[in-house]
């Protein structure tokens, strides 16, 4: 790539404040601003509340020479803001083809421990580029976002070595111009922790906040049970 | 019995609405109530990734708009049937809202099913799932991983049954019957 080319880092986040999507995104725009890549980067449900905010995203989209689309895994596939955001796109590619190699890559977390359960998510991200013309350069699939939290990965030590080591190498394939490799695909989805640590964080982490909210003890409610009679 | 028709077709559409009456008049046949959301038309907003339905207002969203009425029909319901394009594969974005706030349904814990982590249960039974999508032209590709993001979406949503399968726009009304009569049996409805 020269030092002209131009990256759309789509988060699909729906979080208006700090995320795990966020965090992995801003590590990649970081990776690719040092290769020389001019990044925009735009939050899909953001960008869908206002007309200015669609075009501004076409606009981005019609300039960039690499996607990234980050996004965290909502009911086993992209959570619904990213995928208007990517119905728009398609539209407006049928209606304005353009004449000029664009590639993606998708990065997808869940909350789940293990990263394959993202599988079908990454699938819909490579067929929206095969409906749109755009070269599939390959997803990464990280379990167990949760940990990140809208944290710098720069302060978080040894227990995203791997995620960040495959970020590091996805952004450098992506920079000349090859798939995103199977060591990155590997290591990416390496656990950041034993499964049976992070459902006890996790079940604590829910507890704790409960609690602040002091819903502890309902926790468990079913507002609905008497509809199910 | 009930049934539910979340229909997330992005605007009238011909075999949308094939697929519509025939869902109706085989779901009257099987003697069950049945209720739709037309959900293009309904005010329904993101999910904003709060978890407050968690750990607010344990088991319903904090947002109040059509979302929770859609979550209360589908708890309400034996039976809830998606009606979509197949977009890259899976659902439409109107679909997908919809979907997207049906998360106070379950309980932030975790359980295994099958090996894998999954949310547990909040309640003691949820309905039947059924999807029926309507592919632009025919692409097994599409069509495959419609079928396995919908049995994903069963594990998930805990459901006793359930199955999927797609039309190609324009089709003959048979074969749209065909289709949707095969899903009613494998879903356990036809038994």
Request: include cysteine.
């Amino acid at each position: 790539m020269n030092s002209t080319s131009k990256a759309l880092i789509m988060i699909g986040s729906p979080k208006p404040g700090k995320s795990a999507s966020g965090t992995l995104a801003t590590h990649i725009a970081e990776n690719l601003v040092a290769k020389g890549f001019q990044i925009d980067t735009v939050h899909a449900n953001e960008a869908l509340r206002s007309d200015e905010g669609v075009r501004s995203l076409l606009a981005s989209f019609d300039n960039a020479d690499v996607i990234v689309v980050v996004f965290p895994l909502y009911v086993d596939s992209l959570p619904a803001g990213l995928t208007k955001a990517l119905e728009l796109m398609a539209e407006h590619r049928r209606a304005v083809p353009i004449d000029r190699k664009q590639r993606m890559m998708a990065v997808c977390q869940n909350g789940f421990p293990e990263a394959h359960q993202n599988e079908t998510a990454l699938g819909i991200c490579r067929l929206f580029t095969r409906d749109s013309g755009i070269e599939w350069a390959g997803g990464l699939a990280l379990g167990g976002g949760g940990v990140l939290d809208g944290r710098e990965l720069g302060k978080m030590g040894g227990m995203v070595r791997n995620l960040v080591k495959a970020l590091d190498i996805a952004c450098s394939d992506l920079a000349d111009g090859r798939p995103v490799s199977q060591e990155a695909v590997a290591l990416m989805a390496k656990p950041t922790m034993p499964k049976w640590l992070y459902v006890a964080i996790g079940s604590y982490g829910w507890k704790r906040l409960a609690k602040k909210n002091q819903v502890l003890d309902r926790l468990h409610d079913r507002p609905y049970q008497e509809s199910r009679k | 019995m009930k049934a539910l028709i979340l229909n997330g077709s992005p605007e009238p559409n011909p075999t949308a609405d094939a697929v519509r009456d025939i869902l109706l008049d085989e779901l009257r046949t099987y003697g069950l109530e049945t209720r739709e959301f037309v959900l293009r038309d309904e005010k329904i907003a993101y999910c904003t990734g709060c978890f407050g339905c968690w750990i607010k207002t344990p088991g319903e969203c904090v947002i109040d708009d059509a979302g929770r009425e859609v979550t209360k029909a589908i708890m309400e319901s034996d039976l809830v049937v998606y009606l979509t394009p197949v977009t890259f594969g899976g659902y439409s974005s109107e679909l997908k809202k919809a979907l997207d706030r049906m998360i106070p349904m379950l309980s932030p814990f975790f359980t295994k099913i099958g090996g894998e982590i999954h949310h547990q249960e909040r309640y003691d039974r949820y309905p039947g799932m059924m999807a029926v999508g309507i592919l632009a032209e025919p692409n097994d590709e599409s069509a495959r991983l419609f079928e396995t993001l919908h049995s994903r979406n069963a594990i998930n949503g805990n459901a006793p049954g359930s199955a999927a399968g797609t039309v190609v726009a324009g089709c003959e009304v048979d074969d749209i019957r065909t289709v949707v009569e095969a899903l009613f049996s494998k879903t356990g409805v036809a038994q």
